[in-house]
């Protein structure tokens, strides 16, 4: 027998029974049925809550999204899988909904509810559990301030690359800069594993200026091939702030004998809007110098276009969010309107998170060059990327999207 507690939420007695049935034939028996909100929230009050609610939204009663609501904020369910047939632009929204609520999307389905539907979703939710159980418990605490000081002083912070692509020929124009923590007592660690300590005491330059060293390096050993090799850095918005920012990286391009046209800093669009005057001003200082600067995550925040139009950007990164998305129409849409933008603005796009050939053929037919993501090659240490740059790797993808190879 299965132990998950499931609310099944519908109005229409024939659905409900038909969802219930469905869920007893998977084993499934701690079920509780209600036919609008208010009954809802009476009975799962009364046992204690339950892990997952398969949800109906229009109802005569009390709505779903009302009920979502008060439910999450009484701590009477933990998941939800909405059953609707609403259209699917309403239950797109009603997804970012139920996200916003901190609660866990299951998915989404239509009516009526069958075995085949139900049961995919309920047991990616009981593997969703297992891997947080998991990785609550083997989650290493967040590093002090002292051991950051001395992964700075030991140098143990590593530049990782992942390489940008032309998406029809197939050509590395570059990659883009990511960071790594290879500590001597916790192995390789993930930004997420760390960056809040060093964002919290203040050592976000000094790592910058370590992965910006290692980088200029590997671009110079590129270059002495007779090969351009552009490389993507990230800073954070803050940074922009510091006066002595753009110095200390001419001073560091003059070391390594460098060219800004071969450097773009990348800033995320969620943290532009309170950017102060200094900041902008660096943004010009760098353009002047010749230096590219990309928005990251486009699409996301709340004032792309006024950014645009404000900020000296000469680059967008197209969030992975819409690639990922690309078969749904309004998401097909933006990207194409992003992309018609920028070329009236003779700005590059490039696309981020592509995993599928699919997704590389659909940016290509709109008209998307540039592009990055697991579908071509995932973030590598310095030796990996020199071997893997080399060795004309590019064959196998460009059979998958049907590009000839030159």
């Not at 029974?17 to 009050?45: C, M, P, R, T, W």
């Not at 006066?243 to 800004?260: E, F, M, T, Y």
């Not at 699409?299 to 990164?317: H, T």
Request: hydrophobic share 45%; glycine share 8%.
């Amino acid at each position: 027998m299965n132990t998950l507690r499931i609310l099944v939420l519908e109005d229409h007695a024939f659905q409900r029974v038909a969802a219930v049935s469905a869920l007893n034939s998977l084993g499934y028996e701690d079920i509780f049925q209600a036919a609008d909100g208010k009954e809802a929230l009476s009975v799962i009050s009364q046992v204690g809550g339950v892990d997952i609610a398969l949800c109906d939204l229009n109802m005569a009663g009390m709505d779903g999204l009302t009920f979502l609501r008060l439910a999450k904020e009484s701590g009477l369910i933990r998941a939800v899988i909405i059953c609707s047939s609403l259209p699917e632009d309403l239950l797109r929204t009603v997804d970012r909904i139920v996200t916003l609520q901190g609660l866990e999307l299951v998915g989404s389905v239509g009516k009526p509810l069958s075995v085949e539907v139900l049961q995919p979703l309920l047991m990616r939710y009981r593997s969703d559990e297992t891997l947080a159980t998991k990785s609550i418990e083997n989650t290493p605490d967040q590093p002090s301030e002292y051991e950051m000081l001395e992964a700075i002083r030991r140098q143990e912070f590593r530049a990782y690359f992942q390489p940008k692509f032309h998406l029809r020929s197939g050509e590395v124009d570059g990659a883009e800069v990511l960071v790594r923590w290879q500590s001597p007592s916790r192995g390789l660690l993930s930004p997420g594993m760390f960056l809040p300590t060093i964002e919290r005491c203040g050592l976000l330059d000094e790592m910058f200026f370590s992965l910006l060293t290692q980088g200029l390096s590997l671009q110079r050993f590129v270059q002495s091939h007779g090969k351009p090799f552009r490389l993507a850095f990230n800073l954070d918005v803050s940074q922009m702030a510091n006066p002595n920012l753009v110095d200390r990286i001419k001073a560091l391009l003059r070391i390594h004998g460098a060219s800004p046209a071969g450097l773009i800093f990348e800033l995320t669009e969620t943290g532009l809007l309170q950017m102060p005057e200094v900041s902008m001003e660096n943004m010009v200082r760098l353009r002047m110098l010749g230096f590219s600067l990309a928005i990251d995550d486009f699409g996301v925040g709340y004032s792309s276009l006024e950014r645009l139009c404000q900020m000296p950007f000469n680059e967008i990164k197209l969030d992975a969010g819409f690639v990922q998305n690309y078969e749904q129409a309004r998401y097909s849409a933006v990207i194409h309107g992003a992309l018609a933008l920028a070329r009236e603005l003779d700005m590059r796009v490039v696309a981020e998170g592509i995993e599928t050939a699919d997704q590389a053929r659909h940016l290509d037919s709109l008209g998307c060059r540039w592009g990055q993501g697991f579908f071509y090659a995932r973030p590598m240490n310095w030796a990996h990327l020199v071997d893997w740059r080399f060795e004309g790797e590019k064959s196998s993808w460009r059979r998958a999207i049907g590009s000839p190879d030159r």
